[in-house]
């Protein structure tokens, strides 16, 4: 087992055994967010049909030659096309079709005159400018025709996307699985968020933000309890999370004499690949795999993470590590968070040998970003992560940042970007 890894480190080794689950078939209005397993090719030409653009008249351009306002021509209103009908007669000279927004082109037709620029005189209409070929007209298959590569394998799917496997006929969709996790909490000390803290007992609250951590991802989380310090109960909750895709148990993991787990996996056969990271929250983190590795020709098992139970360590270590392997199960390639440039407001200093993430409030002026530290930095203060849009980090082997300085922020708020003003 390999221990001290720096997080770049970690999270390659991570994500290179981080399998990418099986495709499922889930129906269309359920897969939002979820990544496309295979490539979606049209099979449909849409508009199926030249169609009017807007609600007019349908023309021979060659009639209106010179057409204007004070010199209109006339034409007779020879019939009427709907959106869903049918136009099943030929246009003649001098001839126009009453038409609406999403009707059938007629046979002889050329162009479309928008109602705004005609005159109704009885069943005649005048028109008043002079039409260019295709004006107004939505050209068959300008959208997309048969064989058209419209969605690529891998990508996640929005809003438009479901939209454009709608208008296919679409209705199952072939999606990468999402990842089951299993999230365990063990300590003697911890009690269910209603339980008695009297003598010293604290709340899991790990579960609680890991379970959201998780859901935030997509991922599809099952709670499995506490265990108490004691090995056949930390044995008895992992085996009850051996069904899973990804096993994420917090505390327990460092060396203490109350620290079962990592003896406990050892024993029910998963490979402790590493321990510990040059992090600062979360240098205990344990990564290990059950199952023999698919490289081997084996069945992976789950992923094992071990992360520390300081709930600030937990969550961030969750961020770094876990995160990007679920997204990566899930089928995405784009698996990290997003990390901007930042105007430090504040002196920031540390040790040499551990990376830091400090957790920061940011702040957008004058096209810059201001990041400023959120109070106590300790492990245990999630009030401190609470307040925070984003973790400034803090290199290595760096040991000061100056006030001023511009530094690297990693975005954990997801709206950071959404403005409270109108964008346009
Ligand atoms: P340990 O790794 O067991 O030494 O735990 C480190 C610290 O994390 C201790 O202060 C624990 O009380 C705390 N802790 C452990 N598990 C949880 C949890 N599920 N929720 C909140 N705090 C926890
Ligand atoms: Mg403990």
Same mark, same amino acid.
């Given at each position: 087992?390999?221990?001290?890894?720096?997080?770049?480190?970690?999270?390659?080794? *991570?994500?290179?055994?981080?399998?990418?689950?099986?495709?499922?078939?889930?129906?269309?209005?359920?897969?939002?967010?979820?990544?496309?397993?295979?490539?979606?090719?049209?099979?449909?030409?849409?508009?199926?049909?030249?169609?009017?653009?807007?609600?007019?008249?349908?023309?021979?351009?060659?009639?209106?030659?010179?057409?204007?306002?004070?010199?209109?021509?006339?034409?007779?209103?020879?019939?009427? /096309?709907?959106?869903?009908?049918?136009?099943?007669?030929?246009?003649?000279?001098?001839?126009?079709?009453?038409?609406?927004?999403?009707?059938?082109?007629?046979?002889?037709?050329?162009?479309?005159?928008?109602?705004?620029?005609?005159?109704?005189?009885?069943?005649?209409?005048?028109?008043?400018?002079?039409?260019?070929?295709?004006?107004?007209?939505?050209?068959?298959?300008?959208?997309?025709?048969?064989?058209?590569?419209?969605?690529?394998?891998?990508?996640?799917?929005?809003?438009?996307?479901?939209?454009?496997?709608?208008?296919?006929?679409?209705?199952?969709?072939?999606?990468?699985?999402?990842?089951?996790?299993?999230?365990?909490?063990?300590?003697?000390?911890?009690?269910?968020?209603?339980?008695?803290?009297?003598?010293?007992? *604290?709340?899991?609250?790990?579960?609680?933000?890991?379970?959201?951590? !998780?859901?935030?991802?997509?991922?599809?989380?099952?709670?499995?309890?506490?265990?108490?310090?004691?090995?056949?109960?930390?044995?008895? $909750?992992?085996?009850?999370?051996?069904?899973?895709?990804?096993?994420?148990?917090?505390?327990?993991?460092?060396?203490?004499?109350?620290?079962?787990?990592?003896? /406990?996996?050892?024993?029910?056969? !998963?490979?402790?690949?590493?321990?510990?990271?040059?992090?600062?929250?979360?240098?205990?983190?344990?990564?290990?795999?059950?199952?023999?590795?698919?490289?081997?020709?084996?069945?992976?098992g789950p992923l094992v993470f071990g992360?520390?139970?300081?709930?600030?360590?937990?969550?961030?270590?969750?961020?770094?590590?876990?995160?990007?392997?679920?997204?990566?199960?899930?089928?995405?390639?784009?698996?990290?968070?997003?990390? *901007?440039?930042?105007?430090?407001?504040?002196?920031?200093?540390?040790?040499?040998?551990?990376?830091?993430?400090?957790?920061?409030?940011?702040?957008?002026?004058?096209?810059?970003?201001?990041?400023?530290?959120?109070?106590?930095?300790?492990?245990?203060?999630?009030?401190?992560?609470?307040?925070?849009?984003?973790?400034?980090?803090?290199?290595?082997?760096a040991t000061v940042l100056e006030q001023?300085?511009?530094?690297?922020? $990693?975005?954990?708020?997801?709206?950071?970007?959404?403005?409270?003003?109108?964008?346009?």
């Open positions: 087992m390999r221990e001290g890894l720096t997080v770049a480190e970690a999270q390659e080794w *991570i994500l290179e055994r981080a399998p990418r689950l099986d495709p499922e078939m889930i129906p269309t209005g359920d897969a939002l967010g979820r990544v496309l397993a295979e490539p979606v090719h049209s099979a449909r030409l849409i508009p199926p049909a030249d169609s009017s653009a807007m609600d007019g008249y349908a023309v021979r351009a060659a009639d209106l030659k010179g057409a204007t306002t004070r010199a209109p021509v006339e034409l007779a209103i020879a019939f009427e /096309v709907a959106a869903g009908g049918v136009a099943d007669r030929e246009l003649q000279a001098l001839e126009s079709a009453r038409i609406f927004t999403g009707a059938p082109i007629p046979p002889g037709a050329d162009a479309v005159i928008r109602q705004e620029d005609t005159e109704s005189v009885g069943d005649h209409v005048r028109i008043l400018i002079e039409p260019v070929e295709r004006d107004h007209i939505r050209n068959a298959g300008e959208d997309l025709r048969p064989g058209d590569l419209v969605l690529e394998q891998g990508m996640r799917l929005g809003s438009a996307q479901i939209g454009v496997l709608a208008s296919l006929g679409r209705s199952m969709v072939p999606v990468y699985r999402r990842p089951r996790v299993a999230i365990l909490s063990g300590g003697d000390e911890l009690v269910e968020v209603d339980g008695d803290v009297s003598g010293g007992r *604290i709340v899991a609250s790990n579960s609680y933000t890991l379970l959201a951590q !998780c859901r935030a991802v997509g991922a599809e989380p099952t709670y499995l309890g506490i265990s108490r310090d004691r090995p056949d109960q930390v044995e008895r $909750q992992f085996r009850a999370a051996l069904a899973s895709d990804c096993i994420v148990s917090s505390a327990g993991v460092s060396v203490g004499d109350h620290d079962h787990v990592r003896p /406990v996996l050892e024993k029910l056969g !998963c490979t402790l690949e590493f321990w510990g990271v040059k992090m600062k929250p979360g240098f205990p983190l344990a990564f290990g795999r059950f199952g023999s590795p698919s490289d081997a020709g084996g069945l992976p992360l520390p139970g300081n709930p600030v360590s937990a969550s961030v270590t969750f961020e770094q590590f876990v995160r990007p392997a679920l997204l990566k199960m899930a089928g995405h390639s784009r698996c990290h968070r997003p990390v *901007i440039r930042a105007t430090l407001t504040e002196r920031l200093t540390k040790k040499a040998g551990r990376i830091h993430f400090v957790r920061a409030t940011l702040e957008r002026r004058d096209g810059e970003v201001l990041a400023t530290s959120t109070g106590s930095q300790s492990s245990g203060v999630m009030r401190s992560l609470s307040l925070a849009q984003g973790l400034v980090i803090f290199p290595l082997e001023g300085e511009e530094v690297r922020v $990693q975005i954990l708020d997801d709206h950071f970007f959404s403005g409270t003003e109108s964008g346009i």
